[in-house]
T-cell receptor, first 114, second 116 residues
């Protein structure tokens, strides 16, 4: 079974629109970590955020915000006032305590149209 | 170096040939990971090294795949008798301490492998 599901394969928005990227995860561990990575056209993955399972506070960083809800096993990512430079593939990932690997979703390709 | 480096950036090979892909992690990072990213897919875990411990090879897809890490630094991923389905981008990542649970991974630019 897929541990991390990103149901949105591709999203297109017009510049300055807000956009939310969905991430649903599955784990039996009580301690786990969730991550978002950005993969721009250049190809190199860039770390955006890490959230542990004990911290459900939402986080805002500039135009980026993350909504972590354990009740629905979701860790959604919102970009406010999108810009063309936000165009990239965004990956959500899960790491379970004691594990050596990440479980990545299949990614959401975001295109911001000027 | 400032980040994780990988070489070559692109590799084209013929079916049946062996290939070696190299990864230089960030200096001081004890953990090193290899992933495979096929076209339009997420990242598939291959192997994990932590210091001098035995590597976690649970993600290697077949015995044609192997990896080593010399001196706790540079790593080489070897694919023997390449097949067309091996065509993908191979990504290397390193992190400061053991296990991804506590530290984010820093990724290299990847090696794009094409098997003809």
């Amino acid at each position: 079974a897929q541990k991390v599901t990103q149901a949105q394969t591709e999203i297109s928005v017009v510049e300055k629109e807000d956009v939310t990227l969905d991430c649903v995860y599955e784990t039996r561990d009580t301690t786990y970590y969730l991550f978002w990575y950005k993969q721009p056209p250049s190809g190199e993955l860039v770390f955006l955020i890490r959230r542990n399972s004990f911290d459900e506070q939402n986080e805002i960083s500039g135009r980026y915000s993350w909504n972590f809800q354990k009740s629905t096993s979701s860790f959604n990512f919102t970009i406010t006032a999108s810009q063309v430079v936000d165009s990239a593939v965004y990956f959500c990932a899960l790491s379970e305590r004691g594990g050596n690997q990440f479980y990545f979703g299949t990614g959401t390709s975001l295109t911001v149209i000027p | 170096g400032a980040g994780v480096s990988q070489s070559p950036s692109n590799k084209v090979t013929e079916k049946g040939k062996d290939v070696e892909l190299r990864c230089d992690p960030i200096s001081g990072h004890t953990a090193l990971y290899w992933y495979r990213q096929s076209l339009g897919q997420g990242l598939e875990f291959l192997i994990y090294f932590q210091g001098n411990s035995a590597p976690d090879k649970s993600g290697l897809p077949s015995d044609r795949f192997s990896a080593e890490r010399t001196g706790g630094s540079v790593s080489t991923l070897t694919i023997q008798r390449t097949q067309q389905e091996d065509s993908a981008v191979y990504l290397c990542a390193s992190s400061l301490t053991s296990g991804p649970s506590y530290n984010e991974q820093f990724f290299g630019p990847g090696t794009r492998l094409t098997v003809l």
